[in-house]
């Protein structure tokens, strides 16, 4: 018979399985990350419990980081144009605007700390080195994964443009640049977790 | 008698305390981050094995993140002005230069899982939401704390300048603002781990 904790282990598993799947028809989970979710998703000893494949995002605050005073004006989970980029801006009646490339964010959640080391050991080796465990729980354990690439950078400071728009094509195709490079590292990581677990993609 | 795992972690534990020590007296350590080190060092069941307190940075690279290709110009642990922060950018001949603002960064030694996971709560407790256990081995698990207030932006790409000096003095003014933030939050850290453990100041 299976014990108490093997079934809470399943019970909290269908839950956060079936509400991906419930979020990913109403077009709420980005797809570049639903693959490595889906994979994750597929080992016994893993699921996880949310995530952001990394967004180019456009916010009114002072300084970054404020979390309550932000607003958040625009996000793309994908490469922008300078056109987009100053449409929005031209848009925004901010004293204080902010331009942002989000790195990916995962959380993972493990049956066991065997499962949790071998779940870090891989991430790191795919370039994620913020991964780390965010606690031990009786049965499970959640790992944090989250990578390093960013950018953090006013546009507008005291109603004055700190960049002027004729740069923003320069900006910009550093900005894609450091997304797309986000985006890879998900695939190296979902790679690395075929190999790692013998997956099959056929099977997925 | 002192179980073999105990001598190897006093053994670690003096090697590490004797190197803080040692870099204190170079002034390798940033002085804003020491009272925190000394007091986690004070405590049996934790040490420190590296630190950095945030910094303001400056470097040569096309994209940020890109280690071994990136070259740093200038750094600093404390506030900046503008004209300083002018001066580095007209003394270098870079094509591509990027100004940082990393923070804070703590990677402590925890004697067993119980005492990284207080670790942990006490720091997240304290605003640093990046916390994690890093691996778990015999007798000793690494825990990393990161701070989350960052600036990563291009002063230069491609030989052309993003931002004119003219608004050097606005985004000066955040750089350490963001900066000045991070430092209060390594205070608040030490603060919360003397009322956790108990500490007198006194006896430090």
């Not at 490595?36 to 016994?44: F, G, H, T, Y």
Request: glycine letters at 6%; aromatic letters at 6%.
């Amino acid at each position: 018979m299976a014990k108490d904790y093997d079934l809470s282990w399943i019970m909290r598993k269908n839950h956060y399985v079936n509400r991906l799947l419930k979020e990913k028809k109403e077009g709420m989970v980005d797809e570049d990350i639903v693959p490595l979710l889906e994979l994750i998703n597929s080992l016994n000893a893993y699921y996880t419990t949310s995530s952001c494949s990394g967004r180019i995002q456009i916010a009114e605050t002072e300084i970054p980081g404020e979390k309550g005073v932000m607003r958040v004006v625009a996000k793309w989970h994908r490469p922008i144009t300078a056109e987009e980029l100053k449409a929005t801006v031209e848009a925004s009646e901010a004293r204080n605007l902010w331009l942002g490339v989000q790195p990916p964010i995962l959380h993972i959640m493990c049956r066991s700390i065997d499962d949790a080391l071998k779940m870090l050991v891989i991430a790191r080796g795919s370039g994620f080195k913020r991964a780390g465990i965010q606690g031990i729980k009786e049965g499970r354990c959640p790992v944090e994964i989250v990578g390093t690439e960013r950018i953090e950078m006013p546009l507008i400071l005291d109603g004055k443009l700190i960049v002027k728009y004729e740069k923003y094509p320069l900006l910009v195709e550093k900005v894609n640049r450091v997304l797309l490079k986000s985006k890879e590292r998900i695939k190296r990581l979902e790679n690395a977790l075929k190999q790692r677990f013998n997956v099959n993609s056929a099977t997925l």
